[in-house]
């Protein structure tokens, strides 16, 4: 097997920042990192603080930037070749990914992307998800013997692993599985979006499928809540909603029922409802004197960017999965859940907490193909691989774990 040698990491977003610098603290064994984006300023603020904060281990190692339109083939496959990468973490928008999951096929780099592949105006995609484009690509990886991992970033990514685990050491028969992501965090703005407005407000909007008896079901968005007492972030509201992990894992882990929750709080909830019900998360365009507007679009420019909240940010996220069933035939409810501090994650490498939990499991699975442990020479997702050299690693990485017995 060919050592895995060189980075190219796609987007420049508040994830792209944070991944950059996780890279750059590994330097020793992911070797030279390219950062590439649409805009090219971005990258050079970032590789700018990462010599910053000397977070670039192998002071021999060579961090350079490249504009990039990552929706060009032909691009991608061209800077893959140029940089000498063998491995692509595509940090950047969804709506990227076939385009550099076909330059990872040519130029055989592997690739690890955070999200489920979006195309630009589709809506309530029928599911599950990853076979309507990644999963038709798993003949040509194995055939390459390229290495592609679905979906690694927090969740989905991380919590996929915590599933893998628990099926593996914990609970032998799952009934069910809800996922469950709070971010008890205060970023200061009256309203703002964690990543990409227009991916995060879209994927909120959506009606939300949940597996239940062996089949998909729908109820519109938060329609369904529930309260939970999480560690660290204490008593906190979640609500029912679509979210990528269930697709893959619907699939590989046998359980009678998975759903996602997210927490909100009760303001933005209600910015969400008016901006819906005004028509300002819509995709399609409108006339404003005699210029096309896509609301949504309008509405990320005017939001926040979302790398700009890192500096003021303060509290805890928590992101776990609650899973209940028997072990040897005794009934076993655990939490197995992992939290961090947005000033700790500031602190560390200038993001925040979000972009942070994003980043971590990102770069642990891309230390995992370099030294070989997830380097299968096919297309997975993350529970599909051996869980323990990930659960092993990411605490070095970054980010800490834990169970809780019920």
Known sequence: MAPVRNVLIIGAGGVGSAVTHKCAQHSDELG???LASRTLSKCEHIVQTVVEKTNLKNPDAKLTVSQLDAKNTDAVAELITRNDSSLVLNAGSPHCNLAIIEACLRT?????DTAVYEKEGDFNVAPPWYANNEWKHRGRFSAAGVTGILGIGFDPGAVNAFCAYVHKHLIDEIDSIDIMDVNAGDHGKYFATNFDPEVNLREIMEDVLYWENGQWLSIPCHSRSRSYDFPVVGEQKVYSMGHDELHSLSANIPARRMEFWMGFSDRYISVFNVLNRLGLLSGEAVDVEGVPVV?????????PDPASLAAGYTGEVCIGCLIKGRDQGREREVFIYSSCDHGDCYRDI???????TTAVPLVAAALLVARGDWNVGKLVNVEELDPDPFMALMPEVGLDWAVREA
């Open 32 to 34: 030279d990192i390219c």
């Open 108 to 112: 055989g780099a592997h690739y690890l």
């Open 295 to 303: 609301p949504l679009k309008l509405l990320k420019a005017v939001l």
């Open 350 to 356: 200038g993001a925040q907490a979000i972009s942070y």
